[in-house]
């Protein structure tokens, strides 16, 4: 790894030790649910860590850029280090290193991932991102990631249109919807529901009409979320 990944990397793990809580690290492990510790740092604090690092140490190429990310998610001793990892991925001045090419790191990283707290800010951000920028591209493979085996490769294509609103492709969050309409994960379900509530904020009368349409093929809970800020029906 160039100098700068390097560096960029070492920042990050001096800045996030320079804050760490112990008593805090505890309890944010324990909310998470999560195997790997936590050092405490909340995101109010990881944030400015994180931006001033990428600030001081640039990288140049998305190789490298890849490599940092990679390092940073692989080799992470505590959370707030995956946390980091994501903040390089979705930096402001790497949007163009964010093409269709990176969707094999995304896959690693959502696949190893596994929890929401990981895989749902890449879902809807970065998936997204790439998925408004190359449609004829990445719909294909949505449709794929769709009917994976994995429960949250699932998820983010059906949440990968949460930021779309009006350009929200209609067929292809039905795709990607009715290929979970069966499963009884809690993850897939409210998935289902957060994906209908975000598209009701644009179109509310399709909302009401796919829910009537999926009738009791949809949870309860999906169907909860869904009708959350819809209003009656107009007979």
């Avoid at 190789?63 to 390092?71: A, D, G, L, Q």
């Avoid at 009917?147 to 350009?167: C, F, G």
């Amino acid at each position: 790894m160039e100098s700068n990944g390097a560096r960029l990397i070492a920042a990050i793990r001096d800045g996030q030790s320079a804050q760490a809580d112990s008593d805090r690290a505890v309890a944010m492990q324990a909310y998470m649910k999560s195997t790997m510790p936590y050092r405490g740092v909340p995101t109010p604090r990881n944030r400015p860590i994180v931006a001033g690092a990428i600030a001081a140490h640039p990288l140049a190429a998305s190789r490298v850029w890849e490599e940092v990310i990679r390092s940073l998610w692989f080799d992470a001793s505590y959370r707030e280090e995956r946390y980091a990892a994501i903040g390089i991925l979705q930096a402001r001045r790497y949007r163009a290193f964010r093409t269709p090419e990176i969707l094999p790191l995304l896959r690693d990283l959502i696949v190893s991932g596994a929890w929401w707290d990981l895989v749902d800010g890449i879902a809807t951000q970065t998936v997204g991102e790439i998925l408004v920028g190359w449609p004829s591209l990445i719909t294909p493979e949505m449709h794929r990631w769709s009917r994976d085996a994995n429960l949250w490769i699932r998820r983010t294509a059906i949440l990968s249109q949460n930021h779309a609103r009006l350009r929200t492709d209609e067929t292809l969050l039905v795709v990607c919807i009715e290929a979970s309409l069966a499963a009884r994960d809690f993850f897939a379900r409210k998935a289902i529901g957060w994906a209908l509530r975000e598209y009701a904020k644009v179109r509310p009368e399709r909302v009401r009409a796919l829910v009537d349409q999926w009738g009791e093929r949809l949870s309860g809970l999906s169907r909860r979320e869904a009708l959350k800020h819809v209003g009656p029906s107009v007979e």
